[in-house]
C-alpha cells in the first residue's frame, strides 16, 4: 500500500526546531517532502509574493533526521505551499502539516499567522490541512510532549477526512509532560490592546515598534483559550469562505436598489 504524501511547512523558517520536531513525526506516517521559508516569517498571515521574484533550491539541513527533499524558498508560507504544488510536486500530497509554530495561534492570532495561512492556501486548493502551535515562543521550547498527540491528530484526519472547506488550527499548551487531552472547539473572542513604543534613531529619524497585549473577550468552555488555559490541546475547525452569512438577510433589508 503506497504511503501517503505529507507536505510539511511552516513561517517559523526551514530551520526552526518545531518544522525539524514535526519533519520527524511525520517520516513515521508517510512520505514526507518539505517546502519552507528560508527565513523567518511570522505574522506574514496569507501574503504572497506579487512585485518580486522568487527563489527556491534544494536543501539538506539535517542529514540524519530531515526529509529526503526538502525545499528552501524565498517567499511567504502561502508561496511556499503555491510553489510545492505548482513546480515542485508530482502529484497532489494526501495532507499538508503547517508548523510546528513557535507561539500561539488561537484566537484572534489565527489572522495574522503565517503557519494557518500556509495550511489555508493548502485548503484552498482541495487538500486537507492542519496548522500546528505550540504555545511556547522560545526557540528552545520543548516540542517533545506534542508530537504523541500530533501524530494521532494527523492519522485521524488522512482516515477520516476534514470536511471541504475546512483546515484544522490546532494548538498545543506549554507543558513538560504530555497535555491532558484534546478537544475540538470554538476560536475565542478576544483581540490585542496594541501601542507603539516610539524611538529615536542615532541619525535623529523616529522609529516605532509594536508591543501589545492579549484580551480576552469570551468566559466560554467551548473555546480554544479554556482549552489551553486548563492543558488540553485545542482543534478549531476553521473555514476560508469568509462570507457572514447570517448577515445576509439583514444587509438585504438596506435599501441598496431603492431611489
Known amino acids: 500500500m503506497e504511503k501517503p504524501l505529507i507536505l510539511v511547512t511552516n513561517d517559523d523558517g526551514i530551520t ?20 519552507a521559508p528560508d527565513s523567518p516569517q511570522s505574522g506574514m498571515g496569507h501574503a504572497i509574493t506579487v512585485d518580486s521574484t522568487l527563489f527556491s533550491k534544494k ?13 528552501s524558498c524565498s517567499g511567504t508560507p502561502a508561496d511556499c505551499v ?16 503547517s508548523g510546528i509554530n513557535h507561539g500561539s495561534n488561537s484566537s484572534i492570532n489565527v489572522i495574522y499567522s503565517g503557519t494557518m495561512s500556509a495550511a489555508i492556501e493548502a485548503g484552498i486548493e482541495g487538500i486537507p490541512a492542519i496548522g500546528f502551535s505550540l504555545c511556547d ?8 510532549p506534542s508530537l504523541k498527540p500530533i501524530k494521532k491528530i494527523v492519522v485521524e484526519a488522512l482516515a477520516n477526512g476534514i470536511p471541504k ?17 484534546i478537544k475540538v472547539c470554538r476560536q475565542a473572542r478576544g483581540n490585542w490592546k496594541e501601542e507603539f513604543d516610539k524611538r529615536t534613531s542615532p541619525s535623529g529619524k523616529d522609529y516605532y515598534w509594536l508591543t501589545g497585549e492579549f484580551e480576552l473577550l469570551d468566559k466560554g468552555e467551548d473555546t480554544d483559550e479554556w482549552a489551553l488555559a486548563n492543558g488540553y490541546i485545542s482543534v478549531v475547525p476553521t473555514q476560508f469562505d469568509l462570507t457572514a452569512h447570517h448577515a445576509i438577510s439583514n444587509i438585504n433589508n438596506w435599501n441598496l436598489n431603492g431611489h
Do not use: Q
Open 82 to 97: 503555491k510553489l510545492a504544488l505548482r513546480v515542485i510536486l508530482d502529484r497532489k500530497p494526501d495532507i499538508c502539516v
Open 137 to 144: 515562543y522560545s526557540w528552545e521550547a520543548n516540542f517533545e
Open 59 to 71: 536543501v539538506v539541513v539535517d542529514h540524519k533526521e530531515g526529509a529526503p527533499f526538502e525545499y
Open 16 to 35: 526552526a526546531p518545531g518544522l525539524r520536531a514535526l519533519i520527524r513525526t511525520m517520516k513515521e506516517i508517510g512520505d514526507v517532502i518539505v517546502v
Open 165 to 181: 472547506g475546512t483546515v484544522l488550527n490546532v494548538n498545543i499548551p506549554k507543558t513538560s509532560e504530555e497535555p491532558k487531552g
